[in-house]
């Protein structure tokens, strides 16, 4: 037998649904705040102790170290061109200030104009270790203030004696403004305006995000998921207790609705939380590829910068296509995945291993040629690991044939001379 729902049953069913969820936030979201020194115990100290005043810092207050072009804007500093330095094209901001770190676990920062492209990097040096940087990246959420968790870095403690703002990457022709900095003491508010904020931060996707994707940063105070998940569940015992007191009722909707209508709604949230995630993303990939022949976009995607040296490769080495060896840094082996991808189909390497002596010694017997790679930003032969053994000429003696940013090419002692070296 079929059982229909009237539209007042609907709508009592979805009344209850709504009055479950409303009562089991207004449940959690105060004991989770109370039990903050359990879930997060790097907090107790700020709870226990004496609360300071906010620290503001206006935008003008900011020195430039680093800077192609800045100038100031009222109380903002404004960052129009970036600096070309090696290995990335940045800016740097410094302001001088002594305070304890102990009293202030959350930044609240407001910048203007930034893009997925750009990397913003708070700095900070400590009295206990004078002239040592240490930092942490600025979650990017769009426009208007922000909070962080400062928390998140094991780093921030002691007195802090100094404060930079660094911007790395690509301005996209557009200035950044920096309005200001405030350091904040803690309370439940900035508890929850850092989970929400962590929520939203958006990094665009790399080649790992086809595996996993959480969409918050790491080191997050609250996983959405879970969260989502156990106030579904509260309000589900809710739903359940409420039928308890009016289950003479005859005129109550089926227990079946008021759940299904709650899942509904928790999920739809979960899923905005994932859509707006979907959105930046497809804006962001519009911005990179959008009206771009196959080699512009190839050269603007995450592993460009390799693809660029792949050209030079294949014409120096195409006459060995089984004879050469991909040998990469510790931790970057898919990119030496991606990179034998951009080899084919003219060159074929054999062997893909982690740098050391041992494969280095062997290349000399079993290969023409070797490709080193290192992480982006940086110079092969400027690694430790490669640096260690290609000066040691009883292992290597290679002469270079080819580089250009993080992609080296070296021919090793069996291999013919390379046309157009």
Known sequence: MISTISNRDFLKALGLAVAAL??????????YLWLVPVFHPEFKPYIEGDRADPIAISGNRFQPVVSGDS???????IISELAEVPPEDHAVLVHRRLFRADQFPFLRYHIEGRNPAL???LFWQRADAPGENHFAELDYSGEGPRLHNLLRHEE?????TELAVGFFGDLRGEAVKLHGLELEPYSHSGILQAVWAEWTAFAPWDQRSINAYRGVPSGALMYPVPAIAIWLATSMIIILLLRQF??????SPPLWLPAILATGLTWAILDGLWLQQLFRQNAE?????????LHEKKLADWDGE???GVASIKELAGNHTNDVIILYQEGHAAMAQRMRFHLLPQIMARKLHTANETWIRSANREFDYVVLLSESGSKPYSQPVFRRALEDT???????????GPVALYATNRAQPATGS
């Open 285 to 293: 990939t519009r911005h990179l590829f959008a009206g771009k022949t």
């Open 119 to 121: 990397q913003v990097m």
């Open 156 to 160: 921030w403690r002691g007195t802090i």
């Open 306 to 308: 390799y693809y660029q």
């Open 246 to 251: 009016t289950r003479r009722d005859n005129l």
């Open 22 to 31: 409303a009562a089991s936030a207004a449940l959690l979201i105060p004991g």
């Open 394 to 404: 009883n292992a290597a003696n290679w002469s270079m044939v080819w580089t250009h």
């Open 71 to 77: 100038r100031v804007d009222g109380s903002a500093a």
